[in-house]
């Protein structure tokens, strides 16, 4: 009798999840927008994924010349065309992209926990000395430009993809630490925390359990979002040289060495400018579709 109930509650709760799910991806394909940035993301990632195996050129990706071919117009053989030293941009620009969305998930790994965390302690001892240390702290890292900091931080460090996702993730928990705290003081006070104080709860139940919960779909939009600014400023710390190292192909080391034969050889840029475009729009629609899947407004 007790196995039977436990299994009518596990497919109640199933059933339950399965409504969610198919209620949230009706309000986000009532989007159109969101569902083509989903399509080109999810064409993005699987090309970065599947690079060795569906690039014409994997072997460009690597040390290698041939000056022969150097500086050619796109063509059927080399869809983008050749950089000057005879490397197809088309094979480069896919696995440029592997580099583009490491950057973005291990900033976002990085950067996002700490604020998260932050976040709560200072929003549930709201009023104290403990928001005061965690919040000051939190502004003087906002007060200067992320670009500015994390230009600082790389321009101290060797110039490498390491170095330069330690500097973008230092320079990324203050927004999710101030996001968080907001929302976690203003849930400080209502029922259900209240309730759980009362019943005895320890103060890390209270805030991970409790709190936490309902800030996540906020941070989760957020993140989306984020992503394709972390992508834009690697690809400008790459583009001045405190990135992506050549001979890797990053996408903001393309775009510079690209813009040293403009205009003659455009191709060399544009191509490159146009896949970080993509990747960046593609992380915009599905973060302003993710923004209405969690919205609390009636369809």
Same mark, same amino acid.
């Given at each position: 009798?007790?196995?039977?109930?436990?299994?009518?509650?596990?497919?109640?709760?199933?059933?339950?999840?399965?409504?969610?799910?198919?209620?949230?991806?009706?309000?986000?394909?009532?989007?159109?927008?969101?569902?083509?940035?989903?399509?080109? $993301?999810?064409?993005?990632?699987?090309?970065?994924?599947?690079?060795?195996?569906?690039?014409?050129?994997?072997?460009?990706?690597?040390?290698?010349?041939?000056?022969?071919?150097?500086?050619?117009?796109?063509?059927?053989?080399?869809?983008?065309?050749?950089?000057?030293?005879?490397?197809?941009?088309?094979?480069?620009?896919?696995?440029?992209?592997?580099?583009?969305?490491?950057?973005?998930?291990?900033?976002?790994?990085?950067?996002?926990?700490?604020?998260? #965390?932050?976040?709560?302690?200072?929003?549930?001892?709201?009023?104290?000395?403990?928001?005061?240390?965690?919040?000051? #702290?939190?502004?003087?890292?906002?007060?200067?430009?992320?670009?500015?900091?994390?230009?600082?931080?790389?321009?101290? *460090?060797?110039?490498?993809?390491?170095?330069?996702?330690?500097?973008?993730?230092?320079?990324?928990?203050?927004?999710?630490?101030? $996001?968080?705290?907001?929302?976690?003081?203003?849930?400080?006070?209502?029922?259900?925390?209240?309730?759980?104080?009362?019943?005895?709860?320890?103060?890390?139940?209270?805030?991970?359990?409790?709190?936490?919960?309902?800030?996540?779909?906020?941070?989760?939009?957020?993140?989306?979002?984020?992503?394709?600014?972390?992508?834009?400023?690697?690809?400008?710390?790459?583009?001045?040289?405190?990135?992506?190292?050549?001979?890797?192909?990053?996408?903001?080391?393309?775009?510079?060495?690209?813009?040293?034969?403009?205009?003659?050889?455009?191709?060399?840029?544009?191509?490159?400018? *146009?896949?970080?475009?993509?990747?960046?729009?593609?992380?915009?629609?599905?973060?302003?579709?993710?923004?209405?899947?969690?919205?609390?407004?009636?369809?």
């Amino acid at each position: 009798m007790q196995w039977e109930e436990r299994r009518a509650d596990l497919k109640a709760t199933l059933a339950q999840k399965r409504h969610g799910l198919s209620r949230g991806w009706y309000k986000f394909s009532r989007n159109p927008l969101s569902v083509i940035g989903l399509a080109v $993301l999810a064409i993005i990632v699987l090309a970065a994924v599947l690079a060795p195996y569906i690039t014409p050129y994997p072997e460009h990706a690597k040390p290698y010349t041939n000056f022969q071919d150097g500086g050619k117009p796109p063509s059927l053989e080399y869809f983008f065309g050749t950089d000057r030293v005879g490397r197809d941009i088309f094979s480069r620009v896919i696995f440029g992209y592997r580099f583009s969305l490491m950057i973005g998930i291990v900033v976002l790994a990085l950067g996002v926990a700490p604020g998260i #965390i932050l976040g709560l302690i200072a929003g549930y001892h709201q009023g104290t000395w403990i928001e005061s240390v965690i919040m000051r #702290i939190t502004d003087v890292f906002l007060a200067v430009p992320p670009l500015v900091l994390a230009l600082a931080i790389t321009a101290m *460090l060797t110039p490498n993809l390491m170095n330069q996702m330690m500097a973008i993730a230092l320079v990324w928990w203050p927004w999710y630490a101030r $996001l968080v705290f907001a929302l976690a003081s203003s849930l400080r006070s209502e029922y259900f925390v209240r309730e759980a104080e009362l019943t005895g709860a320890s103060k890390f139940h209270i805030m991970f359990k409790e709190i936490f919960p309902n800030c996540l779909a906020p941070v989760l939009t957020k993140m989306t979002l984020d992503m394709g600014i972390v992508i834009l400023l690697g690809a400008t710390l790459s583009f001045i040289g405190l990135g992506v190292q050549p001979p890797k192909p990053g996408l903001g080391t393309m775009v510079a060495e690209g813009a040293k034969r403009l205009p003659g050889e455009w191709w060399g840029t544009i191509f490159p400018a *146009l896949a970080i475009v993509a990747v960046i729009l593609a992380f915009n629609l599905v973060g302003d579709g993710l923004r209405d899947v969690f919205s609390v407004e009636e369809v």
